[in-house]
């Protein structure tokens, strides 16, 4: 069992900057690799970036590219760091965990957290 717990979340003014933190507890995550995912309500969740932990390589959502970085440090914490933030990036984050690869597609992570809330207001 993996448990992971998001913080970060908030209000933001547009072209503002937040980081999102995800702890993780439980077996080491040395073998997993990270994800985070965003929904707004009534809406699929959608892929925003992942690491694999093991060799930190890195895959991210074309929206975000170039304005969010995912990391993680040696304590088991994964970050989402979100410069120029806009309006539309307003939702629900998530943290997940999947043994193996990075991957997109949200059902093949086994573990999630609760979730934080970020409203970027314009």
């Known amino acids: 069992q993996v448990q992971l717990v998001e913080s970060g979340g908030g209000l933001v003014q547009a072209g503002g900057s937040l980081r999102l933190s995800c702890a993780a507890s439980?077996?080491?995550?040395?073998?997993?690799?990270m994800g985070w995912f965003r929904r707004a309500p009534g809406k699929e969740r959608e892929f925003v970036a992942a690491?694999?932990?093991?060799?930190?390589?890195t895959d991210y959502a074309d929206s975000v590219k170039g304005r969010f970085t995912i990391s993680r440090d040696n304590k088991n914490t994964v970050y989402l760091q979100m410069n120029s933030l806009k309006p539309e990036d307003t939702d629900d984050y998530y943290c997940?965990?999947?043994?193996?690869?990075?991957?997109?597609?949200?059902?093949?992570?086994?573990?999630w957290g609760q979730g934080t809330q970020v409203t970027v207001s314009s």
């Open positions: 997940a965990a999947r043994r193996g690869s990075t991957s997109r597609y949200s059902p093949s992570y086994t573990f």
């Open positions: 439980g077996r080491t995550a040395s073998s997993y690799a």
């Open positions: 690491i694999i932990w093991s060799d930190e390589s």
